[in-house]
């Protein structure tokens, strides 16, 4: 059983970063696609950005330019680097990890941006 477990969520200031960090225990995270997911309240959850074994990425057009995915497989985790943060990044983020059929969620960490 795969555990993930985000940090890095907190309240920040409009123009301000955070990064998120997302832990994986286990072996499968060296070949397993990572993702971001962001869930505001009322709304439905949304891919935010996700890199695969080979680190290539993508991102939701929103975030181009202001927030950078990143791993590191010997540590076992994977970034969300957020900068420029505006009021509509509030939400609820995610970490996924994708391997073949299984997919696997952390509890979430919470991101606040105030104006």
């Known amino acids: 059983q795969v555990q993930l477990v985000e940090s890095g969520g907190g309240l920040v200031q409009a123009g301000g970063s955070l990064r998120l960090s997302c832990a994986a225990s286990g072996s499968l995270f060296r070949s397993a696609v990572m993702a971001w997911y962001r869930q505001a309240p009322g709304k439905q959850r949304e891919l935010v950005a996700a890199?695969?074994?080979?680190?290539?990425?993508n991102y939701k057009d929103s975030v181009l330019g202001r927030f950078t995915i990143s791993r590191d497989n010997a540590k076992n985790t994977v970034y969300l680097q957020m900068n420029s943060l505006k009021r509509e990044d509030t939400a609820v983020y995610y970490c996924?990890?994708?391997?073949?059929?299984?997919?696997?969620w952390g509890q979430g960490t919470q991101v606040t941006v105030s104006s």
């Open positions: 996924k990890m994708d391997y073949g059929s299984f997919d696997f």
């Open positions: 890199i695969n074994s080979r680190g290539l990425t």
